[in-house]
């Protein structure tokens, strides 16, 4: 099994768990082939979901925040169709969020953070949140 299960995999959750798994190693031209694979196979939501995820974690390995948030804005509200826990889609949408701060869109992730924060209590996201909150005319942090 072994790098089968990682570059040629059977369902869009182990293809998932594949995507995020390959960027954390960096490993661009891996999460390039399964992005092929993906945009190859049968299941809809390995084509439609999970290659562009391939693509925002390349984009994202070679900090193109741009490109990185559009696609992750994309397919982060379709992503429970690929199954999993929460905790696998959260690495998707903190992904997001980094993209979005490093790509200076500072009001969309305040309102990713506001959502995040109505779901549940986070003492880390309201410090994230405090600090992309605008400052006041003529105060500085």
């Known amino acids: ?10 369902t869009p959750f182990v293809a998932m768990h594949a995507a995020i ?32 995820v391939c693509d925002a974690m390349i984009a994202a390995v070679e900090e193109h925040w741009h490109d990185t948030w559009r696609v992750l804005a994309d397919v982060y509200p379709v992503l429970v169709a690929v199954g999993g826990s929460y905790a696998q889609r959260e690495v998707i949408e903190e992904t997001l969020l980094y993209a979005l701060v490093c790509a ?18 986070s003492p880390l996201d309201a410090r994230r949140r405090a600090s992309l909150e605008p400052l006041p005319a003529g105060v500085t942090r």
Not at 1 to 10: A, H, K, M, S
């Open 1 to 10: 099994v072994g790098d089968t299960l990682i570059d040629v995999p059977e």
């Open 21 to 52: 798994g390959l960027a954390a190693a960096g490993d661009v031209e891996r999460l390039a082939r399964l992005r092929t694979h993906c945009q190859r196979a049968s299941d809809a939501s390995m084509r439609t979901i999970v290659a562009p």
């Open 104 to 121: 200076g869109e500072a009001e969309r992730a305040l309102a990713l953070l506001d959502e995040r924060l109505d779901r549940r209590t």
